[in-house]
């Protein structure tokens, strides 16, 4: 009968239209800016710098724990080249205590950038993380979207409330390399300490002190 | 001129009356074209008497970029070839680099590909579909009905990935990030709603009388001018040609999977449409596999690494049977960290190479129809 393939697909959309006052899987349109969807943990869009310190620090607080050491890598990495990062002259201490160069400028520009966290991936020292904002319209197109240190620099904190799961695998590597990094300060001040005393003494048992404080952290 | 290099050309179609021809520019932004993309054609009332595809308008010099940043910058622009399905774009782009550097997928990694190269060809027939029927003058319900299923893919690959879109997922020697926690009950959930969306398309389409009428025997490509042309994917099959890659090359480990390659009879509209349902209900089928077999392990080759990548001097062709047709990355590395020559062997573009054969001596509201069914996205078409 002619038309009665249209009646098939009529009833199919009738079923949907019904369908959609008594199942709340078929209601499937969020109205957006009231209503959201739960965000996803994985998501990313723009890159931001990680600092280890309190969500409300001051700027100088930032910079202090700040975990970019300017070693340029994102910068040559990035596929569309929107970072831009000018190295410090001077050092500051890093989360472990040795003294490292930081970003004198380190600037994205997130109207280039393409979100594709290459920089996150080749960045050594755990520094640079995506972020999930994603409502950054502005008024000012050039210097608005233009992100320097201070407003790159977020809390590591704020990373663990966007990405617990990943967030905690970094911790966990961090405070690793701490407590190897320490252990190998102590053993190097044993070891000094040994030495001063071993030039009266006999110089055999240098070693073994250095070697037992190393044991642990392996 | 030689007969062996005689240059093709499509029929000449003579006008009626007093032979004078209406020439129209559609596009470059007609709403039912796909993107910023032309078609001069010449009218004589209704019928097309001659048809010249004219693109480039977005194009972004994909493969200069590509020669001109090292081998992994190249990753993300990839997925901006067909947006759709930028986790395909991924697995061709990986396969080329893999075969030039000689490096080895884990088990676990290549079957996260299979799964993800599924979904995607799902959710880009779908929303093909929907776009086709768009143009018909369906203007929304198939449309959305996909859209709708297509979103549930795209939350997958969100959470898997980061992004909808822009996966960036794949990298070479493996995937980049191990599944999330319950991420594979997610893709089995989709999956087993997948059928019955499908059932829904063609209980609201595949017996519609309109459609019938306004597809069959419309656009018809024959298969010899398909293969001379060098089209693929379902176009190619629609025309009755029994050619897909993933049973001719088993890349990957497509020699596992039990499917089955649908092919059309007559090669017009509604045998790419229907190709299109049926390659959905066979990739349900291969994820229905993927999804069970799925071992554990590691999902990167231990040789791969991210930064300092220089594969030796060499060159290597990589292709997969992305859902538009055969997607070709040829690389020529000279040993330094950005290839010596990039190229690209984007299915849409050659796919579109036939719309001036397919259209002509139809009437110009159906252009838009034959165009449609070709499938293409403008990223890739322009790169």
């Not at chain 1, 003294?99 to 080749?122: G, K, L, W």
């Not at chain 2, 000689?102 to 929907?130: D, F, K, M, W």
């Not at chain 2, 060159?315 to 690389?331: S, T, V």
Request: glycine fraction near 8%; charged fraction near 25%; charge should be negative.
């Amino acid at each position: 009968m002619l038309g009665e393939g249209m009646m098939k697909g009529l009833a199919e959309t009738g079923k949907n239209f019904l369908g959609s006052f008594v199942s709340a899987e078929r209601m499937t349109t969020v109205q957006y800016p009231e209503e959201r969807i739960a965000p996803i943990e994985n998501t990313r869009d723009f890159p931001f710098l990680v600092y280890d310190g309190a969500d409300d620090a001051s700027d100088e607080a930032k910079l202090a724990g700040l975990r970019c050491v300017a070693c340029q890598i994102c910068e040559k990495e990035c596929p569309p080249k929107c970072i831009y990062i000018v190295k410090s002259t001077d050092k500051k201490p890093d989360f472990v205590g040795k003294p490292q160069i930081y970003p004198a400028r380190f600037d994205i520009d997130i109207s280039v950038c393409m979100s594709c966290q290459i920089c996150v991936e080749v960045c050594p020292f755990e520094a640079i993380k995506m972020d999930t904002e994603f409502e950054l319209s502005t008024t000012d197109r050039f210097g608005g979207l233009l992100l320097d240190r201070e407003q790159l620099s977020k809390s590591n904190g704020h990373y663990r409330a966007i990405h617990p799961t990943e967030a905690a695998e970094v911790d966990a590597r961090l405070a690793e390399e701490k407590v190897k990094a320490e252990a190998k300060a102590r053993a190097a001040a044993e070891a000094a300490a040994a030495k001063a005393g071993a030039a009266a003494a006999a110089p055999k048992p240098v070693a073994a002190p250095a070697a037992a404080a190393k044991e642990p952290s392996v | 001129m030689s007969t062996a290099i005689k240059s093709y050309l499509p029929p000449v179609i003579e006008p009626d009356g007093d032979g004078s021809l209406l020439e129209v520019a559609m596009g470059p932004h007609h709403p039912s074209t796909h993107g910023v993309f032309r078609m001069d054609v010449a009218l004589d009332g209704e019928r097309v008497i001659r048809l010249k595809p004219v693109f480039g308008y977005l194009h972004r010099n994909h493969e200069k970029i590509g020669e001109k940043s090292s081998y992994l910058a190249s990753m993300p622009y990839t997925d901006r070839l067909d947006y759709f399905c930028s986790l395909t774009n991924n697995w061709a782009y990986a396969l080329a680099v893999e075969k030039l550097a000689g490096l080895e997928v884990p088990e676990r990694a290549q079957y996260i590909r299979v799964i993800t190269a599924e979904l995607t060809r799902i959710q880009n027939h779908a929303s093909s579909i929907g776009f086709l029927m768009q143009e018909m003058g369906a203007s929304g319900t198939p449309l959305m009905y996909a859209f709708r299923e297509r979103e549930k893919i795209l939350d997958l690959f969100e959470e898997l990935t980061g992004s909808r879109m822009m996966c960036n997922y794949m990298r070479f020697g493996g995937c980049r990030v191990e599944l999330p926690k319950g991420w594979l009950e997610g893709v089995a959930k989709v999956v087993a709603g997948l059928p019955g969306f499908i059932d829904e398309v063609e209980a609201l389409l595949s017996g519609n009388e309109i459609l019938m009428a306004r597809t069959q025997g419309m656009g018809v490509l024959p298969a010899e001018l398909a293969v001379n042309a060098g089209v693929t994917g379902p176009m190619l099959r629609a025309s009755g040609v029994n050619y897909d890659l993933r049973k001719v090359d088993h890349y990957g480990i497509y020699d596992r999977f039990k499917f089955r390659v649908p092919l059309g009879d007559h090669g017009d509209i509604f045998d790419r449409y229907m190709i299109r349902i049926l390659e959905m209900r066979e990739s349900v089928r291969i994820l229905e596999q993927a999804v069970k077999d799925i071992p554990a392990g590691p999902i990167m080759d231990p040789k791969s690494k991210i930064r300092g990548f220089r594969p030796k001097p060499g060159e290597a062709y990589g292709r997969i049977e992305a859902p538009k047709g055969e997607l070709g990355f040829y690389l020529i590395s000279d040993g330094s960290p950005n290839p010596y020559r990039y190229r690209v062997r984007p299915p849409s573009l050659i796919n579109l190479t036939v719309l001036e054969d397919m259209s002509l001596g139809h009437n110009v509201a159906d252009v838009i129809l034959i165009f449609g069914s070709v499938d293409i996205v403008l990223g890739e078409v322009d790169r």
